[in-house]
């Protein structure tokens, strides 16, 4: 029987592999990629606020006197960050589909991991094992696999917005972990998705692109969307608690077979041999990336 940590992650990348597939589906009905983030990120922020609430009613009824964050400068611009960054990555990902295959996108976003070891790098002087190494050699031979067939009729504003959109993936991660050592997960996702959520408001606001869906299909989309990322945020929180972090890190390598098996099932996207192959030599490199041969163990 599988345990009920892993059935939890499986939850967690089937709702979030499924959420780019509904987005492509509802702008073809008429809604703008950053009115969907928005009431994506509003969603979030929503229930991480009623987590947040409640944990810390539960903390006080308690007479936990421990405080769960800390008021510093550092602490904020941290969040600021981090939640600029949640905000680049979901208008750079989820955008990125009304002009690329979703597939494609799929696999230009989950190359994140290897930003981040740059970035570290960068940041920290963190230097990366020979195994990361050899996972990142790798995983830009396969996207060299995947693009090479359609590279002359790619469109580029696809391609800068998922690139974007991996660059704030990383970001919020560096951001996050760093944050974490100074504020619980449940007041960082809340403060970081309303900070998100206010930067896509604003960003609406002044260049008029709010354009939600005028037909029901679209607005079927974008309810979907918005259950799918709290059901999925939900089922990532019940899997750390019950796996890990890193195992469930590992498994969330999951989400880019749903996304793309979802792409192929409901928008009818096909890859090339070639493709096929640079897609599976990429999430080899993931595996790669997540020290799969050290940590991963079902015991």
């Not at 509904?22 to 969907?36: F, N, Q, W």
């Not at 509003?42 to 964050?69: C, D, H, Q, V, Y």
């Not at 409901?266 to 640079?278: M, T």
Request: proline content about 3%.
């Amino acid at each position: 029987m599988i345990p009920r940590g892993y059935l939890y992650v499986i939850g967690c990348a089937s709702s979030f592999g499924i959420i780019t597939t509904l987005a492509k589906i509802t702008y073809d009905e008429g809604a703008s990629p950053s009115t969907v983030v928005f009431f994506r990120l509003l969603a979030g922020s929503f229930l991480m606020g009623i987590l947040s609430a409640w944990s810390r009613r539960k903390n006080l009824l308690s007479r936990k006197s421990k405080p769960e964050f800390s008021n510093t400068w550092h602490l904020r611009v941290l969040i600021v960050l981090t939640g600029i960054s949640i905000a680049v990555m979901s208008l750079g990902y989820l955008g990125s589909v009304k002009y690329i295959p979703v597939s494609l996108s799929v696999l230009l976003f989950f190359t994140f991991p290897f930003w981040v070891l740059l970035l570290n790098y960068f940041i920290d002087g963190e230097v990366p094992g020979r195994l990361k190494l050899l996972a990142f050699v790798f995983a830009f031979f396969g996207l060299a696999l995947t693009l090479g067939p359609n590279w002359e009729v790619l469109d580029w504003r696809g391609i800068s917005l998922v690139l974007a959109g991996a660059l704030g993936a990383s970001g919020m991660i560096i951001g996050g972990a760093k944050s974490v050592q100074l504020i619980s997960m449940r007041h960082l996702v809340f403060f970081s998705n309303t900070v998100g959520a206010v930067l896509v408001g604003i960003i609406l606001l002044l260049t008029d692109t709010f354009s939600p869906s005028q037909t029901p299909l679209g607005w079927a989309g974008i309810t979907s969307i918005c259950i799918l990322f709290v059901i999925g945020q939900l089922f990532l929180f019940a899997a750390t608690r019950h796996i890990g972090s890193a195992q469930t890190s590992i498994m969330l390598n999951l989400e880019p077979f749903v996304s793309i098996g979802a792409a192929m099932l409901l928008l009818g996207e096909r890859l090339e041999l070639s493709q096929s192959l640079g897609v599976l030599v990429v999430i080899i490199a993931l595996f790669l990336a997540s020290d799969l041969t050290r940590k991963f163990n079902f015991a």
